[in-house]
Nanobody, 123 residues
């Protein structure tokens, strides 16, 4: 069993930055690929980024490539999402997820979800 708790959301102006964190419980954190999703009001939850258990291989949605960076610290059982050059269209609830592979994350074939953290970007 893995529990995921996100933090770091908030209100930021367009062009600003935020760093989201997702703290995991459980002894097998490094076995999981981890990812971030987001869901805006009235829209489906969409893939943002993922990385392998080792943290070596990453995958990004085209809409965030070059602006967001996903990383992890397996010793601290934490995954991060550094978000730069934020845009109003990045406004959403951001969810952390754990899955067997990065491909599974992208397919939304997720084993565990966090509860989400709100990110609001003002124009």
């Amino acid at each position: 069993q893995v529990q995921l708790v996100e933090s770091g959301g908030g209100l930021v102006q367009a062009g600003g930055s935020l760093r989201l964190s997702c703290a995991a419980s459980g002894r097998t954190f490094s076995n999981y690929a981890m990812g971030w999703f987001r869901q805006a009001p009235g829209k489906e939850r969409e893939f943002v980024a993922a990385l392998t258990g080792s943290g070596i291989i990453t995958d990004y949605a085209d809409s965030v490539k070059g602006r967001f960076t996903i990383s992890r610290d397996n010793a601290k059982k934490t995954v991060f999402l550094q978000m730069n050059s934020l845009k109003p269209e990045d406004t959403a609830v951001y969810y952390c997820a754990a899955a067997s592979t990065t491909g599974a994350v992208r397919r939304k074939d997720v084993d565990y979800w966090g509860q989400g953290t709100q990110v609001t970007v003002s124009a």
